[in-house]
T-cell receptor
Framework: GEDVEQSLFLSVREGDSSVINCTYT??????LYWYKQEPGAGLQLLTY?????DMKQDQRLTVLLNKKDKHLSLRIADTQTGDSAIYFC????????????FGSGTRLSIRP | NAGVTQTPKFRVLKTGQSMTLLCAQD?????MYWYRQDPGMGLRLIHY???????AKGEVPDGYNVSRLKKQNFLLGLESAAPSQTSVYFC??????????????FGEGSRLTVL
């Protein structure tokens, strides 16, 4: 996407925490999202955070937002084999009539 | 509850042929989007629309045209297909307005191969 950046791969041991990072570009973005894509499937919304929040927790998922650095992270606690997927961050740029721009995705693999 | 429906799901074209992908949503959403997904490149925005009769260019609009004649439909056209347009295409929609988190509702994707 237009400068929404993620690392391409992450490998973690089953039971450990996974942290997937993302940097975005538009300081006026109102919402930031994390989507999950399993092999051969479409995209599933995991969670989102509004730009006036620093943190959002939802069961095993924790989203941290650093607006100053335009940095977003997704932490998955107690990572399971079912978490293997590609994770995309996305920003909603309301300065551009709600363009929603995705990062290139981080492929999470789980080691036994 | 159909949600977002894309047709066709699969298509093989020869270089130079034309085709249209149809996206239909039954949720009365204002905003609609066309993305393409290629390995290692995530989803890239092709064109989008913020309402009936309006369209705008995204990140990779070249070689594609779109139309939004009816609110529920967003068409993506390839006038002269090229092998570089081999991809999986996703349509998505969101409601507009304040108070909406803007969760994208995705179609199931259309796999296009250009030989």
């Amino acid at each position: 996407g237009e400068d929404v950046e993620q690392s391409l791969f992450l490998s973690v041991r089953e039971g450990d925490s996974s942290v997937i990072n993302c940097t975005y570009t538009d300081s006026s973005s109102t919402y930031l999202y994390w989507y999950k894509q399993e092999p051969g499937a479409g995209l599933q919304l995991l969670t989102y955070i509004f730009s006036n929040m620093d943190m959002k927790q939802d069961q095993r998922l924790t989203v941290l937002l650093n607006k100053k650095d335009k940095h977003l992270s997704l932490r998955i606690a107690d990572t399971q084999t079912g978490d293997s997927a590609i994770y995309f961050c996305a920003e909603r740029r309301d300065s551009s009539a709600s363009k929603i721009i995705f990062g290139s995705g981080t492929r999470l693999s789980i080691r036994p | 509850n159909a949600g977002v429906t894309q047709t066709p799901k699969f298509r093989v074209l020869k270089t130079g042929q034309s085709m249209t992908l149809l996206c239909a949503q039954d949720m009365n959403h204002e905003y609609m989007y066309w993305y393409r997904q290629d390995p290692g490149m995530g989803l890239r925005l092709i064109h989008y629309s913020v309402g009936e009769g309006t369209t705008a260019k995204g990140e990779v609009p070249d070689g594609y045209n779109v139309s939004r004649l009816k609110k529920q439909n967003f068409l993506l056209g390839l006038e002269s297909a090229a092998p570089s347009q081999t991809s999986v295409y996703f349509c998505a929609s969101i409601p507009s307005g304040t108070g909406s988190a803007g969760e994208l509702f995705f179609g199931e994707g259309s796999r296009l191969t250009v030989l």
